[in-house]
């Protein structure tokens, strides 16, 4: 489905924790009527407990609160935070509840990897950003590296209509009546800034690859430059023939990847493609300073994407997720140069040749590790060529 575009939004690009978690907390904070939060993890923690202290809040002062969290991701929500959000009066459910965490079944890879809030209908965050500490990982003094965009304007609408869409789906899942959606706050779709933007979701049914096709098609149209940067890159093969038609016909294509080790087999599976990326003359920058969780973009100097969805199987095949595409210079810029300081004060640039000059043995290692997930995503039936 093609992107709806909608002019008259105003919105503000928000770099890691340090910047989101005030904007967030000071929108909850003003609350009078509603909140709506959406999250992969939601961890017990600093951060953690200070948004679910104001969400707590902001119930007992008359404000509808609901939050949905995924079960895999914060498997801990239901022992750490539900009882006291509810004791608050929040509504607080968990999508997929994880029941037998070692059984392999299809539908447990579906998970809700979305990270949206809507307050009072009149401002939004959209992201990768979790509700987690940046610094909440081990032997790091350095914080995690992520983005979020706050939204207003008429982009409010499609993002509160993905939010109801889905919190419906599972009360009607889970049979739960008790949290009906009644008393609400419609979004104001008035436009109050200049720029334009589209929200993209991709789920199960009718935009299952809508956030895949936004990208192929901007890269397709791109003439100038690419700057993408991911915390899980594992792109399919229609993907990774776009970047190098792109490095081929003079586009300059940079990439920033996860230079620390998080998960060790995509990490390594993703390190399966460097050689044929770095032939086609696309530039690879890993990030050293700390973990890197960005998933964004920038083409062209105007075109840029802030969301969910990371370029792998997993987000691209199987997660919910949501993205915002962002049709504006200056917003564009402010991404780019941000990016550009992270790759200069805290990523290494691969030398062309480095695949080759690693010992076969690691090319082995990493070769192996890319068949194995590719065999994993096949057996769970989501295979394919993309």
């Known amino acids: 489905m093609a992107p709806e575009f909608l002019p008259g939004n105003s919105l503000r690009l928000l770099n890691s924790g340090a910047e989101y978690f005030p904007a967030l907390l000071a929108a909850i904070d003003e609350a009078e009527r509603e909140v709506h939060l959406e999250t992969y993890i939601f961890e017990d923690d600093p951060t953690g407990r200070a948004v679910a202290a104001a969400l707590a809040a902001a119930a007992c002062r008359g404000v509808v609160v609901r939050v949905l969290v995924d079960g895999f991701g914060a498997p801990g929500f239901a022992e750490q935070h539900q009882p006291g959000l509810l004791a608050a009066g929040v509504q607080a459910l968990v999508y997929r509840p994880e029941i037998a965490r070692f059984r392999l079944r299809r539908h447990r890879l579906r998970r809700l990897h979305r990270k949206l809030a809507l307050i009072d209908g009149r401002v939004a965050f959209v992201g990768g950003i979790n509700v987690i500490d940046d610094f909440n990982s ?83 149209a791109a003439r100038e430059e690419i700057v993408l940067a991911n915390a899980y890159f594992l792109p399919g093969r229609r993907f990774r023939r776009a970047l190098r038609a792109a490095a081929g016909r003079g586009v300059r294509v940079t990439i920033l990847l996860q230079g620390l080790v998080e998960y060790r087999l995509l990490h390594y599976a993703t390190q399966a493609l460097y050689g044929n990326l770095l032939a086609a003359g696309i530039r690879i920058f890993e990030y050293q300073r700390s973990f890197l969780h960005a998933k964004v973009a920038v083409i062209d100097h105007h075109w840029a994407t802030v969301g969910s969805s990371n370029i792998d199987p997993f987000s691209l095949l199987l997660a919910r997720e949501a993205n915002v595409v962002v049709l504006d210079r200056g917003f564009a810029e402010d991404l780019e140069q941000s990016l550009a300081a992270a790759m200069r004060d805290g990523a290494l640039a691969l030398p062309a040749d480095s695949w080759q000059r690693q010992p076969w043995y690691s090319r082995l290692l990493r070769r192996a590790s890319y068949g194995l997930l590719r065999i994993f995503v096949g057996i769970s039936g989501y295979g394919g060529k993309r």
Request: charged letters at 30%; hydrophobic letters at 40%.
């Open 138 to 220: 081990p032997h790091r003094s350095s914080p995690r590296y992520d983005y979020a965009v706050r939204v207003e304007g008429p982009l409010l609408v499609p993002i509160q209509r993905a939010l109801r869409r889905l919190w419906e789906i599972v009360l009607w899942a889970r049979l739960n009546r008790r949290y009906r959606l009644t008393r609400l706050v419609e979004a104001s779709g008035a436009a109050c800034g200049e720029q334009t933007a589209a929200f993209l979701v991709r789920d199960n049914l009718r935009h299952r690859r809508d956030i895949e096709r936004a990208y192929l098609d901007a890269i397709g």
